[in-house]
């Protein structure tokens, strides 16, 4: 995985893609043999879509995939936007971390609420600076929100997330989004040497 991630990422700065690699993790808890990977695009759709051209079409991309899809079992991708009230935190960088993936799969026209109480709600979760991204679907699996944490280890989450509930409000949070969650999943995450989020 890690000699293709690296060819992948001199491929993407050759061939000007148009992308940042925000995170590139495995899972440590979850399913087994998963990588995570969160791409950025800063010119939005027009990005994309370039980038879409490249990878379905330059010769490098294919010879790229050809060898890639060899390893795999499976692959799926969503297209997500950042919440707009979500702090763009970045974790301590000289220290490693694990990460969390929290995801919620929402009844449907449930979204706007959903960001409403988090709005409020993430307020009693930036003590540490855990707060790290929160996403929710475009294309792809409709009404799943993604949040992302960072601790330091299991005992600073367990710690971390014992804390929020002594203060005022997070109850309220909690208690106005649970009935709104048809699903949800956390996955625990180990970022791999070339992701910049460590």
Request: hydrophobic share 35%; glycine share 6%.
């Amino acid at each position: 995985m890690v000699f293709c991630s690296n060819e992948f990422q001199k491929l993407v700065h050759e061939k000007r893609w148009g992308a940042q690699l925000v995170g590139s993790f495995t899972v440590e808890v979850g399913d087994q043999d998963e990588a995570i990977h969160i791409w950025e695009y800063d010119g939005g759709y027009p990005a994309l879509n370039n980038a879409t051209v490249k990878y379905r079409t330059d010769k490098d991309f294919l010879e790229f995939r050809s060898k890639r899809n060899k390893m795999l079992r499976s692959r799926r991708n969503q297209i997500l936007l950042r919440f707009s009230f979500w702090p763009r935190e970045t974790p301590t960088p000289d220290r490693s971390h694990i990460y969390e993936l929290r995801s919620y799969v929402l009844k449907p026209g449930t979204m706007i609420e959903w960001g409403n109480n988090w709005a409020r709600g993430i307020q009693h979760r930036r003590t540490n600076n855990e707060a790290v991204a929160g996403f929710f679907s475009s294309i792809g699996h409709l009404y799943t929100a993604h949040h992302l944490w960072a601790y330091e280890d299991l005992q600073t989450r367990k710690e971390t997330r014992e804390a929020a509930w002594r203060r005022p409000g997070w109850d309220e949070c909690v208690a106005y989004t649970v009935p709104l969650i048809r699903h949800m999943e956390s996955r625990i995450l180990i970022p791999t040497p070339f992701s910049p989020l460590q």
